[in-house]
């Protein structure tokens, strides 16, 4: 009997498992009706599909049951007891008068059971017993596959009826687990025992070949090792090397937190560490979700696609593959980063702040936002991340809806470039493409005016350094038209004379001698210019205008 159970033991591990089987909880269901039902207990049940209170399942809930697999009863030899009460045929629970056996030790655990054996009711049924308490798992057991409950199997049985331990569904079940058809949810040992270090506890399968693939436990490495042809094996679980190894052409592994799959020499021919090596293959690197990790050649062939990003480096020879962002910085002449200030799109024209980070400009902000453009960004980057732009000179290709052509201003939407110019005049390229724009050094113009009414400076703000100033002054019966030269030409009319002035560039005079408004521009500097008056007899008005 004992070399029976060994045998049948083992070769239920070599035997296939029942796939799982998902059923839906209908009214009137308990998980003792549905453990008695699949062959299972209440306890397996709960566990397997994560049920805190065994007492509560409800209606439409699924529930796994088919990948249990089957209890197997516990053997007791030799034992025989009689019910101490009736019980009816839809009875779930039965109490024994004595509930020990022979050598007078409790009964404790899962059984199977045949009641009134030999005469017209007899039953098989199994049970979970605690002494004399039976907790019936399942009735009228099929006698064919020693768990199903078959109602036509049920009887009534009166007080004192026989019930003896019978070892007929053990054999039914374990049948049914070398035949494929079932599968066990108990936990099974193999091996003899001994911690011996040069022994290796072995299961194969018979395939018929001369090398039987097999798993084995090498007590001496403390690992499993798994071959499928019987030489070439993989180490399972290493303690040394932290995770699973492939020592084999044909293996999946985990080593160094990659995880890999070794392959032939013709398809993939760099290791871990970008090396070539005569036995290659591929890994993803674990800390890098998504990033599959090729330091060495990657061949591939025919078209490749991929639905997420596909990351090329920065090139270090002239086959290597490269990204768009090095492709676009070449074709811009290198462009430019720094630091967004602000959340930056791509497409955007940009300024340089105080701080030197970047924000969208506009023209609507303000001198500054305008005055320090430095170009268009062509990446998308949040505030403090690093923003790539091309600059005056560079051509950028991340904007869209551009009309060939056409000049293009800064507007008063932050960011944003339009044929129309916004509150200050910008005009920063020209559109070759609808997507690319050729970007110039901005021309920017401002006008302004200045009262003058005494010997004194009057600073005129521009935002930006004034290269060229126009002006005209105005306010009696001469006026003067001159420039940044300091220099102008008009003629005076008063008191019947005409005179030539040339040494100012600016000068006014209400007709009458001696009531005359003169001055120069005496400095510039980045942010506008000084209008220095050296005469005042009279209020004047100067109206300029520059450009950088």
Not at 311 to 332: C, F, G, I, M
Not at 347 to 359: M, R
Not at 385 to 408: D, I, M, N, Q
Request: charged share 15%; hydrophobic share 35%.
């Amino acid at each position: 009997m004992k070399k029976l159970i060994t045998l049948l033991i083992l070769s239920f591990l070599l035997a296939p498992f029942a796939s799982a089987e998902t059923i839906i909880v209908q009214r009137g269901d308990t998980l003792s009706k549905l453990a008695r039902t699949y062959g299972t207990t209440v306890a397996a049940l709960a566990d397997a599909n994560g049920i805190a209170n065994p007492n509560l399942i409800y209606e439409g809930q699924l529930l796994e049951v088919g990948a249990l697999g089957a209890s197997i009863p516990t053997v007791v030899a030799v034992y025989t007891d009689s019910l101490a009460s009736r019980i009816t045929s839809s009875a779930t629970t039965f109490t024994l008068v004595r509930g020990t056996d022979k050598q007078s030790r409790s009964l404790s655990g899962f059984y199977g059971f045949v009641l009134d054996e030999g005469t017209t009711s007899e039953e098989f049924l199994t049970a979970n017993c605690v002494a004399t308490a039976c907790t019936i798992v399942a009735r009228g057991v099929d006698v064919q596959d020693g768990k199903s409950e078959v109602s036509g199997n049920k009887y009534e049985h009166r007080r004192g009826a026989v019930i003896k331990i019978t070892n007929f569904p053990q054999l039914a079940i374990l049948s049914r687990i070398l035949n494929g058809l079932e599968s066990a949810s108990s936990t099974f040992m193999f091996g003899e025992g001994s911690t011996t270090t040069t022994l290796y506890k072995s299961l194969k399968a018979n395939n018929g070949t001369t090398n039987l693939p097999f798993l084995a436990y090498s007590e001496a490495a403390q690992e499993w090792i798994f071959s499928d042809n019987g030489t070439d094996t993989t180490v399972l679980n290493s303690l040394t090397s932290g995770g699973l190894t492939a020592s084999s052409s044909k293996a999946i592994f985990i080593t160094d937190s990659k995880i890999g799959v070794s392959a032939s020499s013709t398809q993939f021919s760099f290791n871990a560490d970008g090396e070539l090596e005569s036995t290659p293959y591929w890994y993803q690197d674990a800390t890098f979700k998504g990033a599959i990790t090729a330091n060495g050649t990657n061949t591939f062939t025919g078209n490749t696609t991929t639905t997420g990003i596909f990351t090329v480096n920065t090139p270090t020879s002239t086959r290597d593959a490269t990204n768009k962002e090095y492709v676009d910085l070449r074709v811009l002449n290198g462009g430019a980063t720094g630091t967004a200030g602000f959340a930056i799109t791509a497409g955007q024209a940009i300024y340089i702040s105080s701080t030197s980070t970047l924000f969208p400009a506009d023209s609507a902000s303000g001198a500054t936002s305008t005055y320090k453009f430095v170009g268009i960004a062509l990446n998308t980057a949040a505030s403090s991340s690093v923003v790539t732009y091309a600059r005056p000179g560079e051509t950028a290709c991340s904007l869209s809806s551009l009309l060939p052509g056409y000049t293009y201003f800064l507007t008063d939407t932050a960011g944003t470039v339009g044929s129309t110019a916004g509150t200050y005049y910008a005009e920063i390229g020209r559109a070759i493409t609808p997507t690319c724009l050729t970007i110039s050094r901005p021309r920017f113009v401002r006008y302004g005016s200045q009262s003058v009414s005494s010997v004194t400076t009057y600073f005129q703000t521009t935002g930006f350094y004034p290269a060229k100033i126009s002006f005209w002054a105005t306010e009696g019966a001469a006026v003067s038209h001159g420039g940044k030269e300091n220099n102008t030409s008009f003629y005076e009319t008063a008191a019947g004379a005409t005179t030539f002035k040339s040494d100012r560039a600016w000068y006014t005079a209400d007709g009458a001698p001696g009531s005359i408004t003169q001055g120069t521009v005496s400095s510039r500097i980045e942010t506008g210019f000084v209008l220095t008056a050296s005469q005042a007899d009279q209020t004047a008005t100067v109206y300029w205008m520059a450009e950088n």
